[in-house]
C-alpha cells in the first residue's frame, strides 16, 4: 500500500467557506422543498366532504372486499386520512424565503447556476431580484 503524504489542515478561510456551502445549501434545499409542498397539484381540488366521502365508501367496500382489495383499500385508507390531517394547513414559506434570497446571490454564482434554472424550478421571478438573480446571470 501506498505511503500517504503529510496531512495538511485546512485553512480557517477554507472552513468558512466550507461551513458557508453547507448553510446555503441548506437554505437552498429547504426553500425548493417548501415550494415543491406548496405547488398547486393538478386537477380537481379535493375538500374534507370529498375525503371523508371516499373514506365512508371505503369502509362500505371493505365489507365484501376480497384480500387483496381490502389490503388496496386500507392503504387508501391511509393515505386519505394523512392527507385529511394535513388539508387546510398551508406552509408559510416567508421564513424560507427570507432566508433564500440572502443566500441565492452567492450560492448561484458559485455553482453556476442560471437565473432561467430557478425559474424552471419554480423560483418567482420577485424572489430572484430580491436575491440579486437577475436575468443575466450565467
Given amino acids: 500500500m501506498a505511503k500517504r503524504g503529510p496531512k495538511n489542515s485546512l485553512s480557517v478561510e477554507h472552513k468558512a467557506a466550507m461551513a458557508q456551502g453547507r448553510s446555503e445549501g441548506r437554505v437552498v434545499r429547504d426553500y425548493l422543498d417548501a415550494l415543491r409542498a406548496n405547488k398547486p397539484k393538478r386537477g380537481r381540488k379535493r375538500t374534507p366532504d370529498t375525503v371523508n366521502k371516499r373514506l365512508k365508501a371505503i369502509d362500505d ?63 418567482p421571478a420577485s424572489v430572484l431580484s430580491k436575491a440579486g438573480v437577475s436575468r443575466s446571470s450565467n
Fill in 61 to 123: 367496500e371493505l365489507l365484501t372486499a376480497d384480500a387483496i382489495s381490502e389490503l388496496r383499500l386500507l392503504q387508501e385508507r391511509r393515505n386519505l386520512s394523512d392527507e385529511l390531517s394535513t388539508m387546510g394547513g398551508e406552509m408559510d414559506i416567508s421564513v424560507y424565503e427570507d432566508a433564500f434570497v440572502r443566500a441565492a446571490g452567492s450560492y448561484s454564482q458559485r455553482h453556476g447556476i442560471a437565473y432561467t434554472t430557478w425559474r424552471e424550478i419554480g423560483v
